[in-house]
């Protein structure tokens, strides 16, 4: 697990260096949505998914459990969660 290492204003340092913001999920949200916020474009939500995959796939487990694979990716965010919104670099 990543560790929060200082927080200013809305922004977080990751352990490894990385900026983010925290996003806590409101129904309706979706990595799209949320990309499309945060990025300038719906399309770029795949760095959002990736800072976020250990967490999101856990909490789909928890919920439909693990015999449910249909139910586990991208697209099943769940309001109430907290998801990291990294920064992207300016070659991305």
């Known amino acids: ?28 949200d979706t990595l799209s949505a ?14 959002i998914w990736i800072a976020n995959r250990e967490a999101m796939l856990a909490e789909q487990e928890r919920r439909f459990g693990p015999s449910r694979p249909s139910h586990r990716g991208p697209d099943w965010i769940f309001p109430g969660m907290v998801l990291l919104i990294p920064e992207l670099g300016e070659n991305r």
């Open 1 to 28: 697990m990543t560790k929060l290492l200082k927080s200013h204003r809305g922004r977080h340092v990751l352990q490894r260096g990385e900026e983010v913001t925290l996003h806590r999920v409101s129904a309706g």
């Open 34 to 47: 949320l990309a499309a916020r945060y990025y300038g474009a719906a399309t770029r939500w795949q760095p």
